[in-house]
Structures are given as structure tokens and as C-alpha cells.
């Protein structure tokens, strides 16, 4: 018998992980893909390339979240939040704390932790999207234990956005995003369409979305 | 049950313990204060151990009275040295040997005591009543209360201004911010001590810093709800210190705090979970020492077609309420601040080609040109043509092109 097999017999409780419920991600296929949301209390890594939809995906999880209250924290590394792309999507923003790090990737990850061990936030974002490779491969793996034993003490939701996967065993779910094809109409931007997989799961799974431009918004400009 | 401290020339001292046991304080005379100890038998013993505990924290040679009622106190302290417990109903007995000239009488019943040959209390106190109210008056028979131990007034309690202010002068200049902070905690602690007493909060705290040979160093830290915590306080003031330390060593500090009520909210059993607002507030001045002090808050969009305007303000989140779920998934931008400068190649008055540092190559589709222009009357105006690219590797970008300074930049990324 293995070893973990005979942790399993002698503490069932070992191996589970509380159920502290889920943070509709407001979009239903990707709410299909990550059976009900994003599981609070655990870190979850959203990777991709360049307009591969993690923004897009991201400020529909913020704006569900707030609507359902929540207080979010968005940790920009790059200091490249665009208040009025969330506002389109949904987010009330009185209920998000940006802290605009300015492209600093120490600062973004000592600031993280600052919040995730302080409590009360519903969903932490941690967006390292434009975060040099070398910066993000620094992070050790004690830092990366470090941000998911916070959110599972506190029951927040930590969400990261990278190019590439680096927590590894630190977070529960992975989802990589990739980019299938933008959709023009005429001389618009009309949105992009985005395939996410979701990996470390018990079997890979994809979703397919759409994000949409604002155009009411764009024309304004 | 009342106490009477009485020491010559020391009333600051005296207030500063009396404060320490009740904040109903009476200052009778330059000399002598009374305040109320009722209800103190739970926390010092009984009103002997009361009076000990009172010596010990006096500091100085002073009479000390504890008796049922103020004047009685008062009588004793004068009129005894030491400590004076007296019992509920011994009173009479208590002051019987103090002299009468302690009552304090006008200048004509003091000469007719003085004739009939009355020394002390207890002589006055054992003459008949009807006598002393037909010789003496109205005066005569309230100063025989007061010889037998009767006096029936109510406390006059002095009234504090409401300016919670500390100030310690220094010995010698301090320039290091750790010695600072010892003499900061000390000035916090009885601050928050005095608003405590009154059930009071504050929400400003502003730091007086009288340096060498050098102007005043002045620190205010404004906080989103009231707060009553000297240890929070210490760090918010730390962290600001550090971060904008004095010109020159300190001489003096001096702190005042901005009296409100404090906070008392009722949450709902199915709110959402948010942040304590005292450790939110910590949580916050520790990012903005970390990050810069614009650089943390909550994002509020301003009323302009100006691209990329925006206002930070304080994160105050307030409780959550629930708006339901909707509205379907848009596609984001995500900002290079400042924009980031491109060479852009032209075919057919279309982006064909970028060289940036976010961006280089082959533009595959470009749609534009979107013009935008506006604040021309202010000394800052704006005035471009906005293009989405769609480079041949697949991303997604926005492009400006500046028509005033002929000038092409990547907005940002769609994402």
C-alpha cells in the first residue's frame, strides 16, 4: 500500500480540502469548465500568450464577484488595469483595490501577500501577465506555498495571471487560455473568441467563450 | 463613597490621579481635589486598600480622605494628615477633633463661634439645632451639617476640554526613528487612553515635530473610519516617518487627535465577507509604503473622453450587497502606461508594418482610423487616430496616432 493510501486509512481527513464554495467566474461556459467557479481558498494560475482572453476572463470574475459584494483586490504588476475595460465588464469599482505595482514583481508579490494574510477579500488577482519570464521564475516555491496556505486559511479566492504555468504543485487549478481568432465586423473590433483548457483537473477539459467589445463605449472615443 | 487629595502646590499632580481612578473630578481650590470612587471595591479591595493604591500613585506627601460623601472628604483631608478611611455613619465622630475655622464660615459667624468659646467640630455639632438656626441663620445650621459629617451636595465635576493633544519636550535631539518611536507610543497610548474614557474614537491623527534647526515637521494620517488603536496607530505614523523622514533631529513631538464617536456596525448573517476597516487601513498605508502613495485605492472613472482618465481615492468598501449576475464577457484592454513609442510603416494609408518594444513585424489587419480629439482650449489637448492591429502572430493591439506631433504609439494590448 502506498503512502499516501495510508494516510488515507489512518486520517480520512488528511488529503481533504474544506469546501469553502465558489466564485461564479459570470461567464456559463467557463463556470461549466471549472465546475461552478473558481474555488475559494485556493490558487488558481490563468495562463496564456498575448490576447489569449485572460483579461477579459479575469474582469468577468471580478465583476461577478463584486456584484455578488465581494471585495476584490487587483495586484497589476505592470500597472496596466484599464479602469474602464472593468467598469464595462460589470465591476463595481468602489469594491476593488488596485494596487498599481509599475511593473516591480517583488512589490506585486510582497503585496499580495499583505493581503491575502490580512483577510476580508472575496478574490485576490495577482496579474504578472506582463511580468518579465526571468521575474516570474525567481518566485520560489516556498513563496508560491506560502500566497496558497494564506488563501486557504483566509478563504480567499487567489487568482494569477502569467504567460506561462510556475506555481506547479501550489495551485489547484490551472487554466491556459489560447487565442483562436479575433471577430471584425466591418471596421469594428467586434471581440475575440478564446478556447480555455483546464488542466490539473481530473480529466483536461475546454470551454470555448466570446468576449465582446464594448463597441456603445469605443465609438465615444 | 468619595476622595479628597489635598497637597500643597501640587494640583497637576493630583488631577493626573484622580484622573487615574474616576473622571468625575471636582478641583475644589488650588490645593485640593474630590472625585467619586463608587464601584471601585471590585478592582482595589476595600477603601483603605483604595487609599493605598492612591499614595502609591500620587507620588507626593499628601493628605488623602476616603467618606461617604464629599464634604466629609474634603473636611478630613484638610484638617488630617495621612490617610483618613472613615465608615459610612462615623463621620461625626471622624472630624469631631478638627478645627472649626475648616468650615470656612463668613467673618460674623466665625467672630460668634469664636465668642461662645467653639474650637472644633465636634463642640458645634453637639450644640442644639433650634439654637443655631435662631442665632445664626440659614448659615449657622448648613455649617452644623458639615461639623457632624451631613453634607448632602452633589459632586460639580470639572469639565475637560475636548482637544486630545500630548506633548513631550526632549531631553536631547533624537534623529533615529526607533528612540522616536518609544516617545510616540507613549503620547498614542494616553491619547487613546483619554478618548477611551470618554467612548470616543478618532479618525485623524496629526504629528507636531519640532526639529533642530529646521521648521516643523508636520505627519497627519486620516483614516477612512474611527479608530481606537495605539498599536496601529504607531505603525501608520512608522510607515509614514519612513518614508518622509525629518529634515533634522527631533526636539519636540506633540500629537493631537481628532475626537469622534467610534464605529459600531451590526453585519448580516449572509453578507459577504470584507476586510476589518482598522486592519484594512494598516494593510493599505503598509502597500502605499511599498508601492508609493497614489499608487493604492479604489479607481473612480472621471467624466471626460481624455483616454486613459482616472481618479484614485480612499478604498472604503462599505458592506456588499448582492446585484445578481449578468452581462456577458467583454474584451479587455490591457494599458502600457506611458504608451509605448512605434515606428509604424504606412501602405494605403493603413499600418503595414510596427517596429515597438511591445510589438514588431507584419500587421495582418488594421481597422481604423477612429479620430478623437478634445480639450484644444486647455494647455493640454489631444488630438489622434486610433487604429486596432492585428499582428501576424496573432495579437491583438490598439495604435494612436498623434496628429499634432505626427507620432505613432501602442496603446495597449486586447486581452
Known sequence: ?????????????????????????????????????????????????????????LLALLGAATRQGECCAWIDGAGSFDPQSAFDAGADLDRILWVNCSGNTEHALKAVDLLTQGGGFGLVVL??????????????????????????????????????????????????????????????????????????????????????????????? | MYACLHAPGNLPLLLECARFFSPHIEEIDEDTVVFDVRGLASLFG??????????????????????????AAIHAAHGRRGVTVIAPGREEDAL???????????????????????RTFGEFAKLPPLGVAARLGEEGVRLQRLARGDGGRQLRPIEDPL???????????????????FILSRLLNEVCRRLGARSLATNEIRLLLTLEKAPEHAVMVRLPVPMLDPAGFLKMLQLELSGHPPAAPVLKAKLAAEPVKPRRTQQGLFVAMSPEPEKLELTISRLRHLTGPDKVGAVAIVDTHRPDSFAMRAFAPGVGTCQGVGAPARLSLRRYRPAKYAQVVLERERPARISSPVVNGAIAVAKGPWRSSGDWWSAEPWNRDEWDVEATHGGLYRLYHELDSRRWFVEGSYD
Not at chain 1, 7 to 31: N, Q, V, W, Y
Not at chain 1, 167 to 195: D, F, N, Y
Open chain 2, 163 to 181: 482637544q486630545f493633544e500630548e506633548a513631550m519636550e526632549l531631553e536631547y535631539p533624537v534623529d533615529l526613528l526607533e528612540p522616536l518611536s
Open chain 1, 1 to 57: 500500500m502506498g503512502t499516501v493510501a495510508q494516510l488515507r486509512e489512518i486520517a480520512p481527513g488528511f488529503l481533504k480540502r474544506e469546501d469553502k464554495g465558489r466564485l461564479s467566474t459570470g461567464i456559463p461556459a467557463m463556470d461549466q469548465l471549472t465546475s461552478g467557479g473558481i474555488a475559494r481558498g485556493t490558487l488558481t494560475e490563468i495562463c496564456g500568450p498575448v490576447s489569449s482572453g485572460r483579461t477579459s476572463f
Open chain 2, 96 to 118: 469631631a477633633r478638627l478645627p472649626v475655622n475648616l468650615l470656612c464660615a463668613s467673618a460674623g459667624t466665625a467672630e460668634l463661634l469664636e465668642l461662645w468659646g467653639i
Open chain 2, 46 to 71: 476595600p477603601p483603605e486598600q483604595l487609599a493605598e493604591a492612591m499614595e502609591r500613585r500620587v507620588g507626593v506627601a499628601a493628605n488623602i480622605a476616603i467618606a461617604a460623601n464629599p464634604d
Open chain 1, 127 to 221: 496579474d504578472l501577465a506582463d511580468a518579465p519570464e526571468r521575474d516570474l521564475r525567481r518566485i520560489s516555491m516556498a513563496s508560491w506555498f506560502r500566497l496558497r496556505h494564506a488563501a486557504e486559511r483566509t478563504g480567499a479566492a487567489l487568482v494569477v495571471a502569467e504567460t506561462a504555468i510556475h506555481a506547479r504543485s501550489c495551485s489547484s487549478l490551472q487554466i491556459e487560455m489560447k487565442r483562436k481568432r479575433p471577430v471584425w465586423t466591418g471596421k469594428l473590433l467586434h471581440g475575440m473568441e478564446t478556447e480555455a483548457e483546464s488542466r490539473k483537473h481530473y480529466r483536461s477539459q475546454t470551454a470555448e467563450f466570446t468576449a465582446l467589445a464594448c463597441l456603445a463605449c469605443k465609438e465615444v472615443g
